[in-house]
């Protein structure tokens, strides 16, 4: 342990105090904090001196999927939650709270660099707080693959200012995108052992259930009594949060039918299938069927024979049903109006997402290699519903960010930075089958889980800038990645 690092150690014996101090400061109400935002940085950084880094990273994840991101408009703008608050102090800009133009950046953005920050510093301090912090905690093709994410990223703005782009809309674009890798990386090294991988899968199933609960409470005591008709209950990102959790959840049963497991499911489950629904959200439909169909895939022999069993009976009935309520609007056949909807491009919504893909292909042809850049908007050959007096921006991100980002990053752009999608599968996989204790092949599964909700929410609503699908992927990403390392040194050692 070096030198600095003992002179450090006293300010962990802040932690608690500026913890408590902190929390009451908050409840004491906006008026209060303001006079007093200096001291409370100060406690803050006192805190973070003083805790592991799996902690820290944890509770920065718990309180970032809690809170209310207000760009996603919340239960559709209509009712403000107490977990809206939160969500402005961590996601808005920070010029907004400060009045500083120059702090084009949120809290949450700033909390993440000081992280990093903090990691290297202990590592080249040889700091023990986290025995120990290696930063060899992701595997070397994980950690290629950030990179060359990272470095494309970076090339792509750039490039994309360099072609006269526009600087201002080129940061709305590649904000997620930036701090994708760099929080892969970070929980990588902050959930290495089991405990905190345990940890995490806690929280992403404790953290759906509120979100859940609270998006059920605004619907039917909110809403509902006020004749209210929203399209959502909570947020489009949702999507991915609800059915990673709802994953995790079932795959702890397959793969330990336990009572324990049954209780959890029992109590998980109902509360974030009618959260699910209430939310309304087809990509979901499709996202859990994916999830279901990979565990299924990726489960013990025996349930895979249950379910072709089942399959023999319940094809039969489903078609039937399907059949029946294919052009009924009872809501008993609500299941099968969602199918409808999914592969018929009728409604004037899917309409215009078709238009939007056509006209993304064509700004690829335009620039097949590198792309247009960052900075640019794509090239509206043909025009859907006019929207540019109510959002001029809307050139700049559209519904299908998978094409949008093709279309930006060309062809070879695109190949380095979707490259770390599989590979994290790859890795996943690997894991996976590795693996002997229950946490750790849920944890593997969950994250291929994640990746594909991911990328279905990509293609199909925006979901390259959603912070709470980053946020999901990149923590079972990272806790994977150091459980795939682990599993290399032990069998180097043996």
Known sequence: MSALALRLAPARALFWPAAVAALVLVAAGTGVIAPI????????LAALLGMRMQHTALALLVVSLLADNPGERPMDGRWQSPLLGVGRLLYLNLHVHTGLEALRFSALELLIALLVVIVLA?????????????????????????????????????YGLGRGGDFRNSLWQVRQLFWLPVLGVLFGHAFKSAGARVGVLRALMAVAWLRCATGLYFKYAIAVPAGMEVEYVTTHSDTILTVVAMLIGAAALVERPSVQ???????????????????????????????ALTLLLMGPAALRRLVKRSVIVLVPLAALYVAVGWHSSSGIFTPVATLRSMVTS???????????????IQTLKRHPVLGSGFGHEYFEMVQANRVDQYFSQYRYIAHNSVLWLLSLSGWAGFTFIWMVFPTAVLIARRVHAAASSVPDRVTAFATIAAVLCFVIQAWGDMGLQSWMGTLVMTSLMGA???????????EARA
């Open 122 to 158: 202990r590592k080249l301090l040889d700091d023990p707080i986290d025995d120990p912090l290696r930063l060899g905690a992701l595997p070397n093709p994980l950690k290629i693959a950030f990179g060359c994410f990272f470095g494309a990223i970076v090339f792509l703005e750039v």
């Open 480 to 490: 994977t990645g150091a459980m795939f390392t682990a599993q290399q040194r032990a």
């Open 37 to 44: 935002v200096p001291m409370l940085c100060v406690l803050g």
């Open 346 to 360: 009728n409604d004037a919504s899917s309409q215009t997402r078709d238009i939007e893909n056509f006209n993304l």
């Open 261 to 291: 497991h049954v209780l959890l499911n029992l109590v998980l489950q109902p509360m974030l299938l009618m959260g699910l629904v209430a939310n309304d959200r087809r990509l979901a439909y499709v996202a859990l069927a994916g999830g």
